[in-house]
């Protein structure tokens, strides 16, 4: 759509089980904020729409294993996440919650529209069902085995190791996540939306239709789908959160979140259009009006294929134009973790960060996910700030209003004539917003931002090669010209950098005076006013727009990963069950003596043993043991070691193994000789006796 008359843009609707962190933030929420920006500041009509998703299991999950209701989840973390978003300058005009009555009713209309039309089908199906707990069981109440990769982890709804798509009663031994026992099956009726029968409508609009526009991995994902034969889906479920079903004999359930949460955009339109008196249907059921949807690729089946059936089966919205997902963003070198806390919080950002949103902004901006899974990393952010944001844009910033105050106590000079080369940058300068403009309409917001970085570029190399400072003793008009031009340059800078650096351009806007009056620019001014500062316009005084982040700062970041892994493999690490109880007894049968190894070699052909030879004090003995993947032969000759020398011998690859000597794993998982205590100045053949040994 090249003209449309108004845009609906929305933004993924983030789940309130925990706060923001920054793949969130690169995959979804500053890309939209730029593009919405872009359309304000060039005079479009913008509904640009989000809100938090509060339906589901993992909130009932949460809630159980907090001991609270699920509205308390809800209501913390929808906070929490709302905050965030203001904080980062996130430009919503509107930001709802799909636990509104608003959005109830709107769900429930829709559904039953859907209903009466005989879009649905009705089926009653085999679910698992916990006795104990008098409740069948949703996909993520489910675990068990993969029956496709063995993953004995699996949930009922997705096998997290291999990606693949599941039905609960695809598992192997399942179990309920709720009391552990073993669920049974037990009929229950849901509703379905046929999928398979609006294939035909969604190869054409989308693999015909948008097969130049749409981002390939987005077109790739949707094609790979369709390839493969598009099935009914369930849009009920049997559990007590959610929004009630609203048809007769659907008591006790809910509609399924899939299907509930992309009406969310609508029903946050509804809120919008109310307050601010407009009209929502204008913004989802005119031609003229162009759908975006902003989401990160675990989402795009449900915006390119289920949410447009669900629009095409009702009958009267209009589809989206593009649905420009974005890869993951990964954090050094390993994918982003909600569960084991390897993730940078916007809150806990701010904190070590304050006033430093653009920063973030701008580093995952022009790191962006775009087109494949990226890594941020923090010495990457560091030199984004100090290399790209400090030394360029902000120094020339500084530049132009330090020299703009000491020589014309802050006053727009008035310029001479122009040489070609101010004819040349000034003409360079009002090319650059339709240079930008191209990237952010094709998606391209990483390439957006070099772009606006260009400009500063630009502004740099006029004021080195002009050098103004030399001038201004010996050329006063040339140097007043140089000084108009850099001050132009820096008034195009506050206006076109405001979709990537909200508040740096505030602070722009406030140094330089131009919120009001002639200084005031929109971004198609910057190409069409002749001039952007005039003459005798008074700026404010020079103020850095950023500070260098320093290297100690950066590396208390890396400790707070490297703790939070450590806490994580903590956490994690699995302990071997106690065996069997024994005996006193039993224990003093071991015979343990303190040994010496005094060669080693590899076993033929075998990957881990070693063949020792070991002085036991009371005999020299051969054993073979399986350390060879942890240790070199070279490394263990003339070790302690604690050797249990009573063991019945066995033969291993025709070596007779005469005893074992003892190991342990460290919290890493690397074996450890469990040696003598050496304060003990135990000698070798002494024996080591019960109550003198402790084995981890």
């Known amino acids: 759509m090249n003209h449309p008359k108004r845009y609906t843009i929305t933004a993924a609707l ?122 069948f069981l949703a996909d993520r109440f489910v675990t068990g085995t993969c029956p496709k990769c063995g993953n004995e982890e699996a949930y009922g709804d997705q096998c997290e190791k291999c990606g693949s798509s599941l039905n609960a009663t695809d598992l192997i031994n399942p179990k309920s996540a709720i009391t552990g026992n073993v669920p049974t099956l037990k009929q229950t009726k849901h509703w379905f939306l046929p999928l398979d029968k609006h294939e035909a409508f969604l190869k054409e609009w989308i693999l015909v239709g948008h097969k130049k526009d749409w981002k390939p991995n987005v077109y790739g994902q949707v094609k790979s789908w369709i390839d493969d034969g598009l099935r009914p889906r369930a849009v009920t479920r049997d559990l007590d959160w959610g929004i009630p079903v609203p048809v007769e004999g659907a008591e006790g359930k809910v509609l399924y979140v899939w299907f509930d949460a992309p009406i969310g955009y609508i029903s946050s339109t509804k809120e919008w259009a109310e307050r601010v008196g407009k009209d929502w249907e204008l913004y989802w059921k005119d031609k003229d009006t162009k759908l975006v949807h902003f989401i990160g690729k675990d989402n795009i089946v449900f915006h390119c294929i289920i949410f447009p059936a669900m629009l095409k089966a009702e009958g009267s919205f209009i589809l989206p134009d593009n649905v420009p997902a974005n890869e993951f963003l990964n954090l050094e070198g390993n994918k982003l973790s909600t569960s084991k806390n390897w993730a940078v919080w916007l809150p806990e950002y701010l904190e070590d960060f304050p006033n430093q949103q653009d920063v973030l902004r701008y580093a995952l901006t022009a790191n962006a996910p775009e087109t494949k899974d990226n890594d941020f990393t923090w010495k990457d952010f560091q030199a984004r700030n100090n290399n790209e944001l400090v030394a360029i844009f902000g120094n020339f910033i500084n530049r ?259 005893g074992m000597i003892l190991m342990t794993e460290s919290e890493d998982g690397k074996l450890v000789f469990v040696n003598p205590d050496t304060s003990t100045a135990l000698s070798k053949g002494d024996a080591v006796v019960p109550n003198g040994l402790h084995i981890s």
Not at 28 to 48: C, H, M, S, W
Not at 78 to 99: L, P, V
Not at 412 to 424: G, R
Request: one cysteine or more.
């Open 400 to 658: 132009v209003a330090v020299l703009t105050d000491k020589y014309y106590d802050g006053i727009v000079p008035e310029p001479s004539e122009f040489s070609a080369v101010d004819e040349e940058t000034l003409a360079a300068v009002k090319a650059y917003p339709e240079v930008i403009s191209s990237s952010i309409e094709r998606y391209r917001f990483r390439e957006a931002s070099h772009e606006l970085l260009n400009l500063a570029r630009l502004g740099n190399k006029y004021l080195a090669d002009e050098e103004p400072w030399k001038l201004v003793k010996t050329d006063e008009a040339r140097t007043k010209t140089i000084m108009f031009v850099s001050l132009q340059i820096a008034s195009a800078l506050a206006t076109l950098s405001e979709p990537f650096l909200p508040f740096t351009s505030d602070k722009l806007k406030a140094m330089l005076n131009i919120n009001s009056g002639d200084a005031k620019n929109s971004w198609n001014d910057i190409s069409s006013k002749k001039v952007l500062l005039p003459t005798g316009h008074q700026i404010g005084k020079a103020e850095l727009l950023f500070s260098k982040i320093e290297d100690d700062t950066i590396q208390a970041q890396l400790d707070k990963l490297i703790a939070s892994k450590k806490a994580n493999e903590a956490a994690n690490r699995k302990v071997e069950p106690q065996k069997e109880t024994i005996t006193f007894e039993d224990f003093s049968k071991l015979d343990l003596r303190v040994g010496t190894i005094i060669s080693a070699e590899k076993m033929p052909k075998a990957n881990k043993l070693l063949v020792l030879k070991i002085d036991t004090g009371i005999d020299i003995r051969t054993i073979v043991s399986g350390i060879a993947e942890s240790f070199t032969p070279e490394e263990v000759v003339g070790k302690r070691v604690t050797v249990l020398v009573n063991l019945a011998p066995r033969t291993l690859r025709g070596v007779e193994s005469e």
């Open 14 to 135: 983030p789940y309130t089980n925990g706060a923001i962190h920054i793949g969130h933030l690169a995959g979804v929420y500053v890309p939209a904020d730029i593009y919405a920006r872009y359309l304000r500041l060039t005079g479009k009509d913008v509904a640009f729409i989000c809100g938090s998703d509060e339906h589901g299991v993992p909130i009932t999950i949460k809630a159980k294993k907090e001991g609270v209701s699920p509205q308390d989840i809800v209501d913390k973390y929808h906070a929490i996440i709302k905050t965030s978003f203001e904080d980062f300058g996130i430009s919503f005009d509107n930001y709802s919650r799909t636990s509104a009555k608003i959005h109830h009713d709107t769900a429930q209309e829709f559904f039953k529209t859907l209903y009466d039309k005989g879009e649905f089908i009705e089926e009653t199906t085999e679910q698992l069902y916990d006795e104990e707990a008098e409740q």
